[in-house]
């Protein structure tokens, strides 16, 4: 029968003591984020999780944002930053032409892991806050965007928009040609014709209008 000295018990407390201290001084602030020296090293913490995403928007697949680019490749230089204000479908086509003359042919995934830096930054900022997982291919980012912007593209003016500029009581004659001018260059697609009858019909000038009428071929 052993009996257990105080001494010896005092020993082993006091050894355990400081071997539990230098363990801590070791390894305590690893462990705190994930470390287990009996696990042979870090664990699937939450920072080791988020180490291993792959980076670009969640709602891209993890295939689309893990694609690399090919090489080489180069990427477009002339094409605007989509803002929701243009034509989507023209656009859409014009970046994937664009892609795939740089290099990217074949694969729609190298395009679509480019396209979050051509977007402005509040286009950028949506596409960031959709749910994950939405969009697997070509298909889907046309989907996707289709939803959110059909609306948003602004068509051209026409003849009608123009014979709405009207000369302001109380402005010359030089103002109201310079504005009616300004609002001519925005609506580039409207025969020479119309636009004469626009600026006619805009005018309070009677003489200018009986000096274009006899101008008129």
Known sequence: MSLNHPIDNQWRHDARRDIDEHHHRRYGDAEEHGYSA????????DEDRMAL????????????RSTPLPSPFQP???IAK????????????DFRLACQLGGARGDDRAIIRQLPI??????????????????????????????????????????????????KSGETLRE?????????TELPHIPDHNVVLAFDSGTTSRDLVRELGRNHP
């Not at 995403?53 to 689309?64: N, Y």
């Not at 109201?176 to 001519?184: D, E, I, T």
């Open 176 to 184: 109201y040609g310079r504005r009616f001018s300004k609002q001519r």
């Open 82 to 93: 989509y803002n929701g204000k243009t034509k989507l479908e023209l656009w859409l086509a």
């Open 38 to 45: 009996h696990r042979g090293g870090w664990y699937d913490s």
């Open 76 to 78: 477009p230089t002339s």
């Open 118 to 167: 051509f977007l402005s930054d509040t286009t950028r900022r949506w596409l960031e806050e959709l749910p994950a997982n939405q969009i697997h291919d070509w298909v889907n980012l046309v989907r996707v965007f289709e939803g959110n912007f059909k609306g948003t593209y602004i068509w051209p003016g026409n003849s009608w928009d123009l014979s709405k500029c009207k000369e």
């Open 53 to 64: 995403e792959q980076p670009g928007p969640r709602v891209f697949s993890r295939a689309i």
